[in-house]
């Protein structure tokens, strides 16, 4: 599995959108991007997952280059509810997943 | 729809004493299940996961070990707490191949 790479900590204000950047430079032809979404005291909750160009949903969009060794997690309008530790995986379909450290997002009034 | 249940949700113990924690799961059959470890401010290591009752993959080399006896039900065990088994134990299940996993309360352990 491709090894991830994203900022240990972000900090961020109400209202504000927020892109997190994950670098996969390894990743494999058959690899999807996930990121996760942790809040303290509580198990991580799928977010959004693509292969390539951008995914949309209700709670973030995500942006993958050509290339695809980077990925981009947007999430629009941030609240202090948004505050979490947010992880970006690299998945092939086989019965793992590996969870780096994550970034920390704090969101500020 | 699909539930996983996690129990007890605190749990202190002292050094050198057992350990068993038990993660169910409603609304599925054959999950793959998963035992995840994160320590304070810290990611998710992962522990154990198996495909089918009786199959335990161990990825990480400690003084814990898991069990599957029925389809939906995934226990972690040890025979003797060690101070760095402190931790927030999360158990997590998956359809087939990995692409959405859940996860569960997670059960809090202090080893004192």
């Known amino acids: 599995l491709a090894k991830t790479t994203q900022p240990i900590s972000m900090d961020s204000y109400e209202g504000q959108e927020v892109n997190i950047t994950c670098s996969h430079n390894n990743i494999a032809t058959n690899d999807y991007i996930t990121w996760y979404q942790q809040f303290p005291s509580q198990g991580p909750r799928f977010i959004i997952q693509g292969y390539k160009t951008k995914v949309t949903n209700e709670v973030a969009s995500l942006f993958i280059p050509a290339d695809r060794k980077s990925s981009t997690l947007s999430l629009p309008r941030v609240s202090l509810s948004d505050t979490a530790v947010y992880y970006c995986l690299v998945v092939n379909g086989s019965y793992k997943l590996i969870f780096g450290s994550g970034t920390r997002l704090l969101v500020r009034p | 729809s699909q539930t996983i249940h996690q129990w007890p949700a605190t749990l202190v113990q002292p050094v050198g004493s057992p350990l068993s924690l038990e993660c169910t799961v409603e609304?599925?059959?054959?999950?793959?299940l998963y035992w995840y470890r994160q320590a304070a401010g810290r990611g998710l290591q992962l522990l154990f996961y198996?495909?089918?009752?009786?199959?335990i993959s161990s990825e990480v080399p400690q003084n814990l070990s898991a069990s599957r006896p029925q389809d939906r039900q995934f226990i972690l065990s040890s025979k003797k707490l060690l101070l760095s088994d402190s931790g927030f134990y999360l158990c997590?299940?998956?359809?087939?191949?990995?692409?959405?996993?859940?996860f569960g309360p997670g059960t809090r352990l202090t080893v004192t």
């Open positions: 198996s495909v089918g009752i009786g199959q």
């Open positions: 609304g599925t059959s054959n999950p793959n």
């Open positions: 997590a299940w998956t359809e087939g191949t990995v692409y959405e996993q859940y």
